[in-house]
């Protein structure tokens, strides 16, 4: 079974960076499809990212398009979320997610995710 582990999250002022990690246990990891999404308090979970098994493909919510990169090292197993001109409301508990499938359909799905890491808090302040 795949397990994923979110690191990387703290507390920043607007207009900083950070960069989110997201690291995978499991030999068949560089074949799965991975997303981030995020959860603020009282809101509904949304998608935020997603790169196909080689990294060549990824695709954006509109939210974060232009400020945020995902990329993958597959050597390493593991995936980024590379943040910049963070603002209050990226304020949430982002979360990892990865599936076998090569499907790039359905992103901003949750269902279309079999694994889920326990996620990482990321607080920007004004």
């Known amino acids: 079974q795949v397990q994923l582990v979110e690191s990387g999250g703290g507390l920043v002022q607007a207009g900083d960076s950070l960069r989110l990690s997201c690291g995978a246990s499991?030999?068949?990891?560089?074949?799965?499809?991975t997303g981030w999404f995020r959860q603020a308090p009282g809101k509904e979970r949304e998608f935020v990212a997603a790169?196909?098994?080689?990294?060549?493909?990824?695709y954006y919510a509109d939210s974060v398009k232009g400020r945020f990169t995902i990329s993958r090292d597959n050597t390493k197993n593991t995936v980024y979320l590379q943040m910049n001109s963070l603002k209050p409301e990226d304020t949430a508990l982002y979360y990892c997610?990865?599936?076998?499938?090569?499907?790039?359909?359905?992103?901003?799905?949750?269902?279309?995710?079999?694994?889920w890491g326990q996620g990482t808090q990321v607080t920007v302040s004004s």
């Open positions: 997610a990865a599936d076998e499938s090569s499907l790039m359909l359905l992103l901003d799905r949750r269902e279309s995710y079999r694994y």
């Open positions: 499991g030999r068949t990891f560089r074949n799965y499809k």
């Open positions: 790169i196909n098994w080689s990294g060549r493909s990824t």
